[in-house]
């Protein structure tokens, strides 16, 4: 597995599109998320659909069409140097197909930001335009509008990313070393894309990200052991584990992690602190990355070999 085309970092009075792939936004959240946007010195524009809602699904932000088409004109959009998702929940992987992959390649690399559902946007331009994305807070959370640390974690990562190259906690599940290229997300969503045109064959050679939320244990056990029956964790490199709010019991959830990953062979590193928990971390997908799990009684360290925007 290759690293992927790193998009250009942001500067002061960067315009920025916020978009909503999936489900519908808060209007409150969306403009305290707007106002963050705006205390960075970013000019954000807001996609004509991100405040709509569905005739018959609820859990949809517009038909899908209208958000593939407010996706597509940020992305097409010269001005726009960055496309921030304003929420996750569910719906991305519905207009993915009715995106114009070709003109958003001739469009050039641009930053993509967002986690959860949007996992199915992350794999799509991974493998349709070969493009680095961020697994990151997005612009209506509850937990990024109220969270200081996350924040200040994804605006580094945005405007300084050679100081946001390195993440030193969590714990050890399985020790060891290991190099590749990041990758992952929502473990769900994961599971729910194989057999999809934005698939990859396998997350070999990969560091891969994985968390979830609202899962009870016996339905991570099967979206795991899909992976693992399909061979897609053939080859991986290490995995290293997010957040699983809301997913059952934690000595449960724990004994299933261990079962069906420890068996890999690879290191396993719990605790990151990315995807559906407070404070929230940023995490480059597509950048080459080291993994140094040795000792049981150390936080791991994450370290990037690359900035994630250049």
């Known amino acids: 597995m290759r690293p992927l085309t790193r998009p250009a970092r942001l500067r002061p009075g960067a315009r920025v599109a916020v978009v909503a792939p999936s489900g519908p936004v808060p209007a409150d959240r969306l403009e305290a998320g707007l106002d ?34 407010d996706l597509q004109r ?32 001739a469009a050039g690399p641009k930053v993509f930001l967002g986690f959860s559902d949007i996992t199915a946007l992350h794999e799509a331009f991974a493998t349709r335009m ?34 946001a190259l ?9 020790p060891g070393r290991a ?14 894309g194989l057999g999809t045109p934005d698939a990859r064959p396998s997350a070999r050679g990969g560091v891969l990200l994985l968390e979830d939320v609202g899962e009870e244990v016996y ?22 584990l997010g957040s699983w709010e809301e ?24 605790d990151l602190g ?4 407070e404070d929230a971390l940023t995490m480059p997908l597509g950048v080459s990355a080291e993994l140094v799990a040795d000792d049981a009684g150390q936080a791991p360290v994450l370290r990037l070999a690359e900035p994630p925007l250049v």
């Open 179 to 192: 190099t590749g290229v990041t990758l992952g997300g929502c473990l769900s969503l994961l599971a729910a």
């Open 166 to 174: 390195t993440v030193r906690r969590g714990r050890v599940l399985v």
């Open 74 to 105: 940020a992305w097409c959009d010269p001005s726009v140097e960055a496309v921030l998702c304003a929420r996750g929940g569910y719906g991305a992987q519905r207009m993915v197909d009715l995106l114009d992959w070709d003109a958003l390649r």
């Open 274 to 277: 990315f995807g559906h928990c």
């Open 36 to 69: 963050v946007l705006r205390g960075w010195h970013l000019d954000p524009v807001v996609g004509s659909h991100v405040l709509a809602g569905h005739s018959a699904f609820g859990y949809l932000a517009g038909t899908d069409a209208e958000r593939a088409a």
């Open 219 to 240: 339905r991570l056990d099967r979206y795991l052991t899909q992976l693992l029956r399909a061979g897609w964790l053939d080859g991986v490199a290490a995995v290293v």
């Open 130 to 163: 070969g493009l680095a994305t961020l697994h990151g807070p997005m612009v209506a959370g509850a937990d990024f509008v109220k969270s200081t640390r996350a924040q200040d974690h994804l605006r580094v990562t945005l405007f300084a990313p050679r100081t």
């Open 247 to 270: 997913c059952g019991p934690k000595d449960e959830l724990a004994a299933l992690l261990a079962d069906r990953l420890g068996g890999l062979g690879v290191p396993v590193v719990a």
